[in-house]
């Protein structure tokens, strides 16, 4: 079945609805799913990456949270999902009205989330496959971040990326939880969520994250 991303993924979640984001309809691993309790040496051994695309992490959820309550910061635009996973912030833009909406992810089981979450919720997401920092530029307004500084080697990619694409207009959103690798300065904090997490997956209950526009 790992041959299948499409088939994986069906297989391996549940339609869930995240505890911030009442309108939408995921595909989630939860406690009852298989994925959920599956070791990394398991799913390793049948080719299978981390499944990061399986949970929607909080600075994702605080992320989709925001352009839903304030739609005028998509709304009309092109969007850029980066690192979209299970692309929870591609699909709160859609909703929110964004004109075009691309949803980035080197990793094709994310990928057949992102379609079949898009789907779930009738929204139009073009799936972008493979690493987009400084390979591809499609003039994007609005490019979005979520929870994307939780290792050095990632933070040191993706952030001069993202502070280049603000340097020439682009708006910049990055919501982080917290993670040990976020900037120290350039960020201009717009609002801050307190997102309910699992335990299996966090430190603690509640992670309170932050949306900052992010600055050249």
Not at 1 to 19: E, H, Q, Y
Not at 24 to 48: I, Q
Not at 72 to 101: N, T
Request: with cysteine.
């Amino acid at each position: 079945m790992a041959s299948d991303p499409n088939a994986f993924v069906l297989a391996g979640t549940a339609i869930t609805t995240p505890p911030l984001l009442p309108e939408m309809s995921l595909y989630l691993a939860t406690e009852v799913t298989p994925l959920w309790e599956a070791t990394e040496v398991a799913l390793e051994r049948h080719g299978v990456p981390p499944p990061y695309w399986a949970f929607c992490w909080a600075g994702g959820q605080a992320l989709a949270r925001h352009l839903i309550d304030h739609p005028e910061i998509v709304r009309g635009r092109r969007v850029l999902d980066f690192a979209a996973g299970c692309g929870v912030c591609a699909i709160a833009s859609a909703l929110a009205g964004a004109k075009a909406v691309d949803a980035a992810e080197i990793d094709s089981f994310a990928l057949a989330a992102i379609a079949l979450n898009t789907t779930l919720n009738k929204v139009a997401v073009t799936a972008l496959d493979g690493d987009v920092i400084g390979t591809l530029d499609r003039c994007w307004d609005v490019v979005l971040a979520g929870d994307v500084c939780y290792e050095r080697p990632m933070a040191d990619r993706v952030i001069p990326w993202l502070r280049a694409l603000a340097g020439r207009g682009t708006k910049v959103l990055l919501a982080d939880p917290g993670r040990a690798y976020l900037p120290k300065s350039g960020l201009s904090a717009l609002a801050t969520y307190e997102v309910p997490v699992s335990r299996d997956l966090e430190d603690r209950d509640i992670r309170s994250t932050t949306v900052y526009a992010l600055l050249p």
